[in-house]
């Protein structure tokens, strides 16, 4: 990690900040020394989990929508 590849903490945004601590909280990010760092080892890992997470919420979903339409459909 080179301080020449990091985005310096004073450059973002407040919103920006706190999604960088999100994202260093889930082991996608490196923040030292007043700079962020990308983990691109972690990357792989991290869309992993995002993709399964789309899933798993659209798999709900569609349970949900079957459960309402056979209530209503069944009266």
């Not at 990091?6 to 923040?31: F, H, K, N, Q």
């Not at 700079?35 to 992993?48: A, D, L, N």
């Amino acid at each position: 990690m080179d301080a020449g590849s990091s985005v310096p903490l004073r450059e973002l945004t407040e919103d920006e900040r706190d999604c960088a601590e999100s994202l260093a909280v889930a082991g996608v990010l490196t923040i030292r020394q007043n700079g962020c760092y990308v983990r691109s080892t972690e990357m792989p890992v991290f869309r992993r989990k995002r993709v399964r997470l789309a899933l798993s919420g659209g798999f709900a979903a569609l349970i949900l929508a079957l459960v309402v339409a056979v209530l209503i459909l069944h009266r």
